[in-house]
């Protein structure tokens, strides 16, 4: 036990969900004491500890990078020989059924780059501790399976930090002399560490109430900058909305006295949902007419929903190991989807949320970084908070709530809240809730859980003219993903309509279930071979493959009733036309001329979902379609095709730009959808390469009073080489260059251009002034937008891989979460030809080499080079 010297993390080891054991000790309360400043806390912490079942062994409390200055069993010092530090954890070995345990520790706020733990930000003191920052403020039982009461005191300098923040409710606050002062909270609600967080500044305050159904009042507080106060309307807006939306979609209620959200500006993911005390990335709360796009005002409301909903899907039952991540995440992405929906047009919320699923989701799933929604193993938990554990794992609970109905889910759901409440619950059970709330055999269906990789599926529908009827024919292939080369067929959910062409009707939307490798379906009543509308509302997150025509998909762009069959009809239209044009195929372009032509004159349809169809699949989604990605045919296929429907519907395209333009702004869905169709229109405008194109961008770019007519005319003018486009981008930095959000606007606008010295132009960014690596908006906005820039990211030179490789070793250093977060585009190579994948690999290897390579990055790359 002398050995107490060595606090080394272990080696990278990995962790894995069969290894999983209850926790030696639990521990039923904790009392936090922090003497808060930026550059030295001391953190005193007082634990009662249960051992959990008969054992002999000793307690261990999880740390990293601390040192105990003193630890105390029943009020007793220990001496150095009576504990030790092995791998960071302080191991103490104790001998009854229950003890108090008090460590001190000092840590430094002010030399946290990474932002986990207690770190500073514009003048802030903050935390962030999920997934497994609270090791880094003090020892403790780093699990989310071990839940306690927490008292937390602060003590602070009050000129500085006048606000004194944490979970739970406010008790008790005093002066001090010397300037300085103190407050106590308690959170009633036992909790697992990760749900940790205190706040400590000189915030403003945006105070609202809201009365809960069963008529207590909370008292609402977004927390921000003085000068901030005026853009926080939208999200407290969104706050109430989701409060009274919980209550009536799910019946959950909220549990406090008081609901806090601070916005802090340096953070590693959008926002955190810590028991009554969220905190933001400022990005999602922040939002005004002058800088903030209606894409903007979207998320704000999205993750204040998100982050609310977590009250009860999360927090009230949280996660017994992180292998369980989805049953939080899945869910709670699932709620705000919906309660998004709800708020706005459902069909352009599902059009939205499943080209992200597509984008980021498939792609993850054809890559080397593939996992299942319930990971079986792990070096770095940081690395799986993924699009397959958010988006995939919100798929998964729309199908299973497909497959109930309304009524069936919300019984199911009741019955996974109150039989969980107050635990760390598992996916298993809410799957079994679902079964026995819902009556169903989900024992097939727990393969989504499973099985990585996204299912393809063939439909082949033929006709038999003689008997009236017609065959769908359904056929699945789980391709192999790592450590899963061989898969079993999955329960997949398939809302289906047969379409009769002459009539322009169906008969019904049916729910057919494909459970087999292959399986066939028969129809009567077909005189004529009918349409196949398959995959409506996207039931089921798979790749459908279908023996449909360009003019069968032409009909259902016109015709289908589902609108995400019809968006998706149009979409497959054009991508069949641009494959088939790369391929060097003849191509009817003026099939897809006209579908445009069609839907965007429709009188009927809403101008937002009109605006989703019209627009043409993005360069990566094409590039999934093809067995080798072709980025430079791609693009210039695309572009040409971009230029074809813009001249051919020129006049409609200034038609519709002239008659959306707004006179005063308007969050209302009608002015939305006005402002995204007329985006479009200019796009399609200045793609057509008409004289005045530049100019029109430019006026809007000007006349603007809102950032989405503002941002988009800066996005058109910056893939060209115009004189505008300077003067526009000037224009912009000088009129935003102290407000960061909108700051990073510039840097992302340029970062997607399509401008033929993108890579120069992104090098030369990365060396301006206003570049840092220490705030992980700005890198995603320069590093992360360049590397899904798929035509200026590949450039066939390797200077784009490059490029993103340095910035990914240098910020290493300072924040490995956010570095790991830029790896996975380089870990596509097998997609790319021989030439690009080589350099890609290099870039892995050229990263791996690095010495003192974090455990995040190492994962990250390591395995993208497997
Ligand atoms: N749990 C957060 C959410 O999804 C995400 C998050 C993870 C934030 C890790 C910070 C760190 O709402
Ligand atoms: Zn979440």
């Avoid at 993911?269 to 209606?294: C, H, Q, V, W």
Wanted: proline content about 6%; some cysteine; glycine content about 8%.
């Amino acid at each position: 036990m002398a050995d107490m010297q060595s606090t080394n993390a272990a080696a990278p080891s990995i962790i894995r969900r069969s290894d999983y054991r209850p926790p030696d000790w639990l521990v039923p309360g904790i009392e936090l004491d922090f003497d808060l400043t930026a550059a030295v806390t001391r953190v005193h912490a007082t634990l009662s500890v249960v051992r959990n079942g008969e054992h002999d062994r000793p307690l261990r409390l999880d740390g990293d990078g601390l040192f105990p200055l003193e630890v105390k069993v029943d009020g007793r010092v220990l001496d150095p020989e009576e504990w030790m530090l092995d791998g960071g954890a302080l191991v103490v070995p104790l001998t009854g059924p229950a003890h108090a345990v008090e460590t001190r520790v000092e840590i430094a706020p002010e030399k946290n780059s990474q932002l986990m733990g207690l770190y500073a930000s514009g003048g802030l003191l903050c935390t962030q501790c999920e997934a497994e920052g609270f090791r880094r403020i003090t020892f403790f039982p780093d699990r989310p399976d071990v839940l306690s009461r927490y008292t937390v005191r602060m003590e602070a300098d009050k000129g500085r930090y006048p606000v004194l923040l944490a979970n739970g409710d406010p008790v008790e606050r005093g002066d001090l002399p010397g300037g300085r002062h103190w407050a106590r909270w308690t959170d009633p609600f036992p909790k697992p560490c990760y749900l940790f967080a205190l706040v400590a500044g000189d915030l403003a305050c945006n105070a609202d109430r809201f009365v809960t159904m069963s008529g207590r009042e909370v008292a609402l507080g977004i927390w921000v900058k003085e000068a901030d106060l005026p853009r926080t309307a939208h999200a407290m807006k969104a706050l109430k909305d989701s409060m009274a939306w919980d209550e009536r979609v799910y019946g959950r209620e909220y549990d406090l006295d008081v609901f806090n959200i601070v916005a802090v500006s340096d953070f590693n993911f959008g926002a955190m949902e810590n028991k009554g005390l969220n905190i933001f990335n400022s990005r999602y709360i922040l939002a005004d007419p002058e800088t903030a796009t209606d894409l903007d005002y979207d998320g704000v409301e999205g993750v204040v929903a998100h982050e609310y909903f977590h009250n009860w899907s999360g927090n009230r039952i949280t996660c017994r190991d992180w292998f369980q991540l989805s049953l939080k995440e899945g869910f709670t992405v699932f709620r705000d989807q919906s309660f998004s929906a709800d708020m706005g047009s459902h069909a352009v919320k599902r059009i939205e949320d499943v080209r992200i699923l597509r984008a980021a989701q498939f792609q993850e799933d054809a890559g080397p970084l593939a996992h299942p929604v319930r990971p079986e193993s792990y070096m770095e938990i940081s690395n799986f908070y993924t699009a397959t554990i958010y988006n995939k794992g919100a798929e998964l609970i729309r199908m299973m709530a497909l497959m109930l109905g309304p009524e069936r889910f919300r019984a199911s759901t009741d019955l996974y809240f109150e039989r969980h409440d107050g635990e760390a619950a598992t996916c298993e059970d809410f799957v079994r809730a679902m079964e026995d709330g819902g009556q169903i055999d989900l024992m097939q269906f727990r393969l989504w859980y499973e099985q990585a990789g996204t299912p393809h599926v063939r439909a082949l529908l033929s006709h038999d003219a003689a008997n009236g009827t017609a065959e769908l024919r359904l056929e699945q292939t789980m391709p192999t993903t790592p450590g899963q080369p061989d898969k079993k067929p999955m329960a997949i959910p398939l809302r289906v309509a047969l379409f009769d062409p002459a009539t322009g009707g169906h008969k019904g939307d049916q729910l057919l279930m494909l459970t087999e490798a292959a399986q066939s379906f028969r129809f009567e009543g077909f005189a004529a071979p009918p349409i196949l509308s398959i995959n409506r509302g996207f039931s089921a997150p798979v790749i459908v493959e279908t023996n449909r025509s360009q003019a069968d998909l032409a009909f259902l762009s016109a015709h289908d009733d589902d609108p995400f069959a019809r968006y998706e009809a149009m979409q497959q239209l054009m991508v069949n036309g641009l494959i088939g044009r790369i391929g060097g195929q003849a191509v009817d372009e003026e099939a897809i001329v006209a579908a445009i032509r069609g839907t965007a004159t429709d009188p009927q349809l809403d101008p937002a979902f009109v605006a989703e169809a019209i627009r043409l699949p993005s360069e990566a989604y094409l590039g999934d379609q093809m067995p080798v990605v072709d980025p430079d045919a791609i693009h210039a296929a695309r572009e040409s095709l971009q230029q074809r429907i813009g001249a051919a519907l020129e006049p409609l395209w200034r038609d519709i730009h002239a008659g959306t333009k707004a006179n005063g702004f308007s969050l209302s869905p009608a002015a939305k959808g006005a402002r995204k169709l007329r985006n479009i229109a200019l796009h399609y405008l200045v793609a057509a390469g008409v004289e005045d194109g530049p100019a029109i961008a430019f006026a809007q770019f000007h006349e603007a009073d809102n950032m989405t007519e503002r941002q988009a005319a800066l996005a058109t003018l910056a893939n060209g080489t115009s004189d505008e486009r300077e003067a526009a981008l000037d224009i912009f930095y000088n009129r935003y260059r102290d407000d960061a959000l909108t700051l990073d606007k510039w840097f992302q606008t340029q970062a997607f251009a399509c401008h033929p010295d993108t890579v120069e132009l992104i090098g030369e960014l990365r060396r301006h002034k206003d570049f840092t690596l220490t705030n992980p908006n700005r890198v995603r906005a320069l590093i992360g937008a360049f590397a899904g820039n798929q035509w200026a990211f590949h450039h066939e030179s390797g200077k784009g891989y490059r490029l993103v490789a340095d910035a990914i070793i240098a910020l290493d250093k300072i924040n490995p979460q956010t570095a790991a977060r830029l790896v996975p585009p380089l870990g596509r190579w097998r997609r790319f030809d021989e030439g690009r994948a080589a350099m890609m690999r290099a870039a892995l290897e050229r990263i791996l080499a690095e010495p003192g390579l974090s455990r995040d990055v190492t994962e990250q790359a390591g395995k993208s080079l497997e």
